[in-house]
């Protein structure tokens, strides 16, 4: 008992500081992305109304030019702008005198004197200036017309019309009035190995003269005084006044980077997400017990809570396009498809108010994302459909944009000043959302969930393994569908997973495809038991629970599903033969572990279902008659023997559910096995008197 006692303490200690540890970690990820930018944020809109008291400056600040002005006088200031380039003397000596010796016995099929000449044309040009061709292209790009060309200690401008590129320089040799009608004899004399630039880019000097130009720009036009009012409530904001506000809210972050208040923020977000997470975390241990006590559920939730924060927050450090883009209607999708609608609502609304710290217009956004949220758990109560992933994600846009358009009109009545380039980035958000089915499969395989999509795809009978089981054994296949209804009827009479059970009950008998002809009812009038040692029989039929679950594994069943082979008997005996060996054997005391199945008993309410109508199923076809009485004696018998061997209880089925599933049974048995209507048959008797009378 003490050791017993020692084990539960050590793994509620151990769950005790995972879970810790787990909030912890959630809390750390999401601070850490977090912007901490500081100063006040205030909603306004050019030609929107200020909806603030009265403001009125609390200190003396510039006023910041907006970034087109201040790109507009940089753009003015670059037509001025002139790059240094180095004039290097020794270049043109060495090209010009490697050309001279490597044709001093003159050009092919050229007089002798047009070396010189062509010597003379070169240094004309190397005198101008000659630029590699790249950086030839690039000043022409950027509109540059005048360069600086540095010849010693001075500089001087030449017009980049006047200078030549490599290419240019060997073209203007070419088209020389005088070397033009020998173009193609030069052609083959590689002028162009003796063209080289003699102007290189001096980037240094050049970057510190673009430097000191834009540094010249002032960043501001005007100041504002302490005690000034800047706009009052109801006023409408004009280009000056948002370019006043917008120059507060710059002086209040530059303000409170050098005041070092950003540890007050930072202990801020800290105490607020902390407070949000614990909340959560509470609401798993106090209503949703089961899911805080396995891993995968756990890890799923805080996963959802953690990612969404982290992508806004990344949004808002990098003022990448608007946070409403962001399919945050995915998490509750997600929590309902593989949990409940009530655990899903408190994710998303635990989500939402962790965002909303770090954007910047908070009513607005929690609004639209609490309303998008309820939208997609109401309209998504069962995935069953790809179309219900598109309705779902055309709802949620459409909310969003109707929920915008009535906090619009709440503060401004005038249509044509509303801003309607809000629908797109709601469009966008449910063109973002349908990829919640694709990613689906992903939340599946990361952490161990099956979904109702899943579920209709592995309960298909035209394909894989079920297909193979019609195929190989007809018989156990027909059972398997009479079980699967049979338990698919009770699970929705409790408020069970009848799609979970119905799909396990197609599986749970996949092992006696191995041998077929073993099992009752695959057999046509031949009994292999016959022959065989009782102990050798139960083997047999005890290992199409193991066999089942290696074709499951082979198959990539989920475990949910091999979960149903492996309990469909729980720890049970094969009872026909033990009574059997028994019974030869009375002196003997019997070992039952040859005669029992691996087990373990179920451990769910679906396990449950299962293990009773299989065997409910399996013992109604052995009755002699089919009688209200008789069936429900077999029933009773069948269930109530369940629960006195203890196969109950370790799931949460209780006896109301048994109750109910022996009511479902009874009545599903006699519509199955219900007796025909005999017709009456015409007398012969009758008809032959009429026919004597007749003849006399």
Not at 23 to 47: H, K, L, N
Request: aromatic letters at 12%; proline letters at 4%; glycine letters at 4%.
């Amino acid at each position: 008992m003490d050791i017993f006692y020692n084990n539960n303490e050590g793994h509620f200690w151990r769950n005790t500081v995972t879970r810790s540890l787990l909030v912890m970690v959630t809390v750390a990820i999401i601070v850490w992305f977090m912007p901490r930018e500081q100063g006040q944020r205030f909603r306004y809109d050019v030609g929107k109304p200020w909806m603030y008291g009265s403001f009125i400056a609390q200190f003396d600040f510039p006023i910041y030019k907006t970034d087109e002005a201040i790109k507009a006088e940089e753009d003015s200031l670059m037509d001025s702008y002139q790059p240094y380039y180095n004039y290097k003397d020794d270049v043109e000596k060495q090209q010009i005198n490697r050309f001279v010796n490597d044709f001093r016995d003159g050009l092919p099929d050229m007089p002798h004197a047009f070396v010189a000449y062509i010597a003379e044309r070169m240094h004309r040009l190397y005198q101008a200036g000659i630029m590699n061709t790249p950086d030839y292209n690039t000043v022409y790009k950027d509109s540059t017309s005048v360069i600086r060309i540095v010849k010693g200690n001075s500089a001087q401008s030449e017009q980049i019309g006047c200078i030549y590129s490599t290419l240019s320089a060997y073209e203007q040799l070419l088209v020389d009035d005088k070397l033009a009608p020998h173009s193609a004899a030069l052609s083959k004399c590689n002028l162009a190995d003796y063209i080289e630039p003699n102007l290189i880019y001096d980037r240094e000097r050049s970057e510190t003269e673009r430097s000191d130009l834009l540094s010249s720009i002032p960043p501001a036009s005007g100041m504002v005084m302490s005690g000034q009012k800047i706009i009052d409530r109801g006023d409408i904001v004009d280009d000056y006044a948002y370019r006043v506000l917008s120059s507060f809210e710059r002086e209040m972050k530059r303000r409170t980077a050098t005041e070092n208040q950003i540890t007050s923020t930072l202990i801020g977000q800290i105490m607020f997400v902390s407070i949000m997470v614990i909340i959560f975390t509470a609401y798993l241990v106090l209503f949703r017990r089961d899911y805080f006590d396995k891993p995968r559920s756990i890890a799923m939730l805080y996963a959802l809570i953690t990612l969404f924060p982290v992508i806004l927050s990344l949004f808002m450090r990098h003022n990448f396009l608007s946070v409403y883009i962001i399919p945050f209607a995915m998490c509750p999708i997600f929590v309902r498809v593989f949990m409940d609608s009530r655990t899903a609502f408190t994710t998303h609304v635990t989500m939402v108010l962790i965002c909303a710290a770090a954007v910047k217009y908070q009513y607005e956004f929690i609004i639209i994302q609490l309303v998008g949220g309820f939208v997609a758990i109401y309209s998504l109560r069962e995935l069953a459909r790809r179309a219900q992933v598109f309705k779902t994600a055309l709802l949620v846009a459409v909310s969003g944009a109707v929920v915008y358009l009535s906090l619009q009109l709440m503060q401004d009545n005038d249509f044509m000043k509303m801003d309607s380039e809000m629908n797109v980035h709601f469009a966008v958000n449910g063109v973002l959302l349908l990829l919640s089915y694709p990613l689906m499969y992903i939340i599946e395989k990361m952490f161990g969930f099956v979904s109702n999509v899943t579920l209709f795809e592995l309960s298909n009978t035209n394909r894989g393994m079920l297909r193979n089981l019609s195929e190989i054994a007809p018989g156990t296949f027909q059972h398997s569908i009479t079980v699967g209804n049979l338990a698919s009827e009770i699970a929705n009479k409790i408020g069970a997973n009848s799609l979970l059970v119905r799909t396990g009950a197609l599986y749970h008998d996949i092992g006696k495809m191995v041998d077929p002809v073993f099992f009752t009812e695959n057999q046509a009038g031949v009994n292999p038991h016959e022959n065989m040692p009782l102990k050798e029989s139960a083997r047999v039929i005890i290992s199409h629970v193991t066999e089942g679950v290696k074709m499951a594994e082979k198959a990539n069943l989920p475990q949910i599903i091999k979960d149903f082979i492996l309990t469909h008997h729980g720890n049970g005996l094969a009872k026909f033969f033990y009574i059997q060996y028994k019974n030869q054997h009375p002196d003997e005391d019997v070992d039952p572990a040859p005669f029992s199945y691996p087990g373990p008993n179920p451990f769910t309410r679906e396990q449950a279902i299962l293990m009773i109508a299989d065997g409910v199923e399996a013992a109604s076809r052995s009755l002699n008659e089919y009688t209200e009485e008789s069936i429900s004696q077999l029933v009773n018998k069948i269930i109530d023997g369940d629960v006195a061997e203890g196969y109950f209880r370790d799931c949460p089925i209780t006896f109301r559910d048994l109750a109910m599933a022996k009511l479902v049974l009874i009545e599903r048995l006699k519509s199955i096995y219900h007796t025909r209507i005999q017709y009456p048959e015409l007398k012969k008797e009758k008809e032959d008197k009429d026919e004597t009378s007749k003849a006399s």
